[in-house]
T-cell receptor
Framework: NAGVMQNPRHLVRRRGQEARLRCSPMKGHSHVYWYRQLPEEGLKFMVYLQKENIIDESGMPKERFSAEFPKEGPSILRIQQVVRGDSAAYFC?????????????FGNGTRLTVT | DAKTTQPPSMDCAEGRAANLPCNHSTISGNEYVYWYRQIHSQGPQYIIHGLKNNETNEMASLIITEDRKSSTLILPHATLRDTAVYYCIVRADQAGTALIFGKGTTLSVSS
């Protein structure tokens, strides 16, 4: 049973370009969460999605960042016009339909470097 | 969600038990205690969770005090590979609530 898959593992973008990070949840999981970890800092919640719905985006920056989890395919975290401060590790986690007492399972992240 | 307090760092000798404390004095009745760890540059790894009873699995044991205001994660025989940042998190029993991570405890296991 494959775990949470994130790709790419490493992504390099120049300032002003777009970054697209993909997350395939574990089989049977319909809840996806995105977290960001800046260098030498803790994990910060960004957004929580279910299929085709954004449930909680309280941690998302107001501009340039968006997330989706379509009916088919992976969840996508999109960062437009990247800046150096976006350089971080971005982690995705998933949980089953009834997530109330189920642990979140994390992928190994995408490391974004903005040059 | 209730806040947690953990010591910033702890040391443990290889082969000995590592006991990681966590205070969550404002925990409410429907909040579970979760423990995760993050080994350098990897994604957080789920360890264990509980509500009020003590729990044990193949990785660790979780001891929750009767008043639920604190808990202890026990790694019975720590190895060098257990060196990581350990996070204690309380999470409401509501559909789809996210985990909110604090600073955690950096556990260093040495030979």
């Amino acid at each position: 049973n494959a775990g949470v898959m994130q790709n790419p593992r490493h992504l390099v973008r120049r300032r002003g370009q777009e970054a697209r990070l993909r997350c395939s949840p574990m089989k049977g999981h319909s809840h996806v969460y995105w977290y960001r970890q800046l260098p030498e800092e803790g994990l910060k919640f960004m957004v929580y999605l279910q299929k085709e719905n954004i449930i909680d985006e309280s941690g998302m920056p107001k501009e340039r960042f968006s997330a989706e989890f379509p009916k088919e395919g992976p969840s996508i975290l999109r960062i437009q016009q990247v800046v150096r401060g976006d350089s971080a590790a971005y982690f995705c986690a998933s949980s089953p339909y009834d997530s109330r007492r189920s642990p979140l399972h994390f992928g190994n992240g995408t490391r974004l470097t903005v040059t | 969600d209730a806040k947690t307090t953990q010591p910033p760092s702890m040391d443990c000798a290889e082969g000995r038990a590592a006991n990681l404390p966590c205070n969550h004095s404002t925990i409410s009745g429907n909040e579970y205690v979760y423990w995760y760890r993050q080994i350098h540059s990897q994604g957080p790894q789920y360890i264990i969770h509980g509500l009020k009873n003590n729990e044990t699995n193949e990785m660790a044991s979780l001891i929750i005090t009767e008043d639920r205001k604190s808990s202890t994660l026990i790694l019975p025989h720590a190895t060098l590979r257990d060196t990581a940042v350990y996070y204690c998190i309380v999470r409401a029993d509501q559909a789809g609530t996210a985990l909110i991570f604090g600073k955690g405890t950096t556990l260093s296991v040495s030979s």
